[in-house]
């Protein structure tokens, strides 16, 4: 299955306020998988007229406003109403179709993209008819929770030490939408499905 796994940095968390400073996706392939660095990836600094966040959504993202307020060309950059042309455009390189009201639409995966990113993009000229995501949509929280012992689905850092990896969360657009591809890999192989096996039929009284 090829999907997009796409994750956004912004100005705080309210998608009616609040902006979008920073959008990466990456397409990946689970039935041919190639090494991170070499999956196609887009990735769009967002520059505003003004910037309205909390304080700390500001502080964890200066590095973007220090990119934003550079004078020099920046092929990255764009404003908000060229976000969404510019990914459906990558998408369509990337081989990706429309549907039958020529839209985009692809399976999306993130760390609560449904509960966050999606309501972001929701706000976006263009979502819904130049691109759009399926409503099923993955998050990498389910593989990685234990039933027996989590009171919630496990942040991104804990998936990551569960996988085995560096817990450390980049909070940099690309890098973690590259994790999410990093912690579904381990299931391409062997789906949930089959890690719990066969449910024996149910016995005649």
């Known amino acids: 299955m090829r999907y997009v796994s796409l994750d956004l940095e912004t100005s705080g968390s309210n998608p009616a306020r609040h902006q979008i400073l920073e959008l990466a996706a990456v397409v990946e392939d689970s039935r041919r998988p190639v090494p991170l ?122 998936c990551k030490a569960r996988a085995g990896l560096e817990r450390e969360v980049a909070h940099e657009a690309l890098a973690d939408a590259l994790d999410v591809v990093r912690l579904l890999r381990p299931f391409y192989e062997l789906p949930v499905y089959k890690q719990v096996g066969e449910v024996p039929a149910p016995r005649e009284s």
């Not at 934003?68 to 404003?79: D, R, S």
């Not at 929701?122 to 949509?137: H, N, S």
């Not at 389910?142 to 804990?158: C, E, G, Q, T, V």
């Open 37 to 158: 660095a070499e999956l196609p990836a887009f990735r769009r600094v967002v520059r505003h007229p003004e910037y309205v966040g909390t304080a700390g959504a500001i502080a964890l993202n200066a590095r973007l406003f220090v990119e934003l307020a550079q004078k020099e060309p920046n092929p990255e950059l764009c404003q908000p109403a060229e976000l969404l042309p510019q990914l459906r455009e990558f998408l369509l390189a990337q081989g990706f179709k429309t549907d039958k009201h020529d839209c985009v639409s692809v399976t999306m995966a993130g760390k609560n993209i449904a509960v966050f990113d999606l309501g972001f993009l929701k706000e976006l000229p263009g979502y819904g008819t130049l691109v759009r995501a399926e409503p099923a949509m993955l998050d990498p929280a389910a593989f990685y929770l234990n039933w027996h012992k989590d009171s919630r689905l496990p942040s991104m850092s804990i």
